[in-house]
């Protein structure tokens, strides 16, 4: 099943992918199902349930509303770090032995077409193409045999990194986490549509139709499964909890000289069988009545 978040007339609804085409139902309609963390939260078949009402309504043609993110308000966002060999030396890293963890907040989640931002405050946004993965049954200490049986979907990320900011300390949360720079979706793809694991799918970014980074989802140090079952041993992890697995080798920062996304470009990530996430590049045109970074203290 293909389930896409959406906005229209300011009211949001849900819809699923049948024969070719969207059909959903608006909140505000009788027989909205709910949203994908509740449906996540109901477990049992609330999904496929879902998506028989959802047959049933509106035909919904996506170039015509606003496309939201999948899972609007996660209750974590948990991003890995350096899990590509080659992108962990290109970023000067020996490969991990344990994941690089860090959070992503929903306040900088956008959907498909929405703008990317290059905030007021800096030039350097970066591309990093990932596969997420969603949370649909909780648990701590899950054994990594049973982990994929926690992973209800899959989506396509792109973590929009400003770098500057990324560096500025050893902790990478303010950089990834500017508004408007976590573009994810456009489906949820429910796992029974891709091999266990999303193993074996090519991965490609490409800035205004050029290919800027290209992998297979099996070169990631960490499998999803290995993910779910490490990540479970420290936090208990809840439906609709987003995995961002991480990126591989291409990205801008490494680059001589460096390629950073810059107004009216065009960035997509493509996942096979899951898609492509399309979003355009804008700069902020926010004023802010802060003193300038030079004068923060």
């Not at 991990?96 to 907040?105: E, G, I, L, N, Q």
């Amino acid at each position: 099943m293909r389930f896409v978040t959406y906005r229209d007339g300011g009211e949001q609804g849900l819809a699923v992918l049948h024969e070719g085409c969207y059909h959903g139902l608006l909140s505000t309609f009788d027989e909205y199902p709910g949203d994908l963390v509740a449906l996540l939260g109901a477990g049992g078949n609330a999904l496929s349930d879902a998506a028989t009402k959802l047959r049933r309504g509106n035909r919904i043609d996506l170039s015509s509303v606003e496309v939201l993110p999948p899972i609007g308000e996660p209750r974590k966002i948990i991003c890995i770090g350096l899990n590509y060999v080659d992108h962990s030396k290109e970023s000067g890293f020996e490969p991990p032995k344990y994941p690089t963890v860090f959070a992503r907040f929903a306040s900088s989640l956008i959907g498909h077409g929405a703008d990317m931002i290059v905030p007021r405050v800096s030039r350097d946004l970066d591309y990093e193409g990932e596969l997420a993965a969603i949370i649909g049954v909780g648990g701590r200490d899950i054994l990594e045999a049973d982990a994929l049986a926690h992973v209800a979907g899959y989506a396509i990320f792109n973590d929009g990194s400003i770098r500057d900011f990324q560096h500025k300390t050893p902790q990478w949360t303010v950089g990834k986490n500017f508004d408007g720079t976590g573009a994810f979706g456009p489906e949820f793809v429910t796992a029974d549509e891709l091999p266990p694991g999303a193993k074996g799918l090519m991965l490609q970014t490409r800035l205004n139709g050029k290919v800027v980074q290209r992998a297979s989802t099996d070169e990631m140090i960490f499998s999803v499964a290995n993910l779910v079952c490490i990540l479970s041993e420290a936090m208990t992890l809840e439906p609709g909890d987003v995995i961002v697995t991480g990126t591989p080798a291409g990205i801008g920062a490494a680059r001589k000289p460096p390629l950073y996304m810059r107004d009216g470009d065009v960035c997509e990530v493509e996942i096979e069988k899951l898609g492509i996430l399309e979003n355009p590049v804008r700069r902020s045109s926010e004023v802010s009545a802060q003193p300038s970074p030079a004068t923060c203290t």
